[in-house]
């Protein structure tokens, strides 16, 4: 379930038919089948029945997978400067994400295998918010550094739509 939730999406698809009536179609995706998205739904306005009109993406991690690519190494790198030797790797972040919230999402992990001994007793609520402060503030560089890959094939879907005038946008 949570290995899904890694990969698949929504891609919500607004195609308007040749009576004008607008019809939204949902589309998810993955890894593996952007492409095959592409190949079996053209971007041709010019179809016969119904034309393309807009591609809306989801908010977080439709674009590029940004839990494990963002989120997952921003907590690695803000625990590494701040002495604390844990790594998340892409199997245990698997399972912290069975409880929402970055902060506590920590503390899950934390209550679970032991608190770091950079932590003091009392002042676990107080450093769980500064580190995902800096978490955010690392994922926000890695964002900025282009560093988080997109998924494959959505630069494809993004080129196409642009050359066929199908407009974009990301929505919550």
Known sequence: ?????????????????????VSLSTTAINNNNVNSIMSSSSLNAGAASSSLEAILFDCDGVLADTERDGHRVAFNQAFAENGISDVWDVDRYEVLLETGGGKE???????????????????????????????????????????????????????????NNVRLAVCS
């Open 1 to 21: 379930m949570i290995k899904r939730f890694l990969t698949t999406t929504t891609l919500l698809l607004v195609v308007r038919s040749t009576i004008g009536f």
């Open 105 to 163: 999402r920590m503390m899950a992990h934390w209550n679970e295998v032991g608190w770091p001994d950079v932590i003091g007793w009392g002042e676990k609520r107080e450093k769980v918010m500064q580190l995902h402060l800096r978490k955010t503030a690392i994922f926000n560089e890695l964002i900025d550094a282009g560093r988080i890959p997109l998924r494959p094939g959505v630069l494809r879907l993004v080129d196409e739509a642009i050359a």
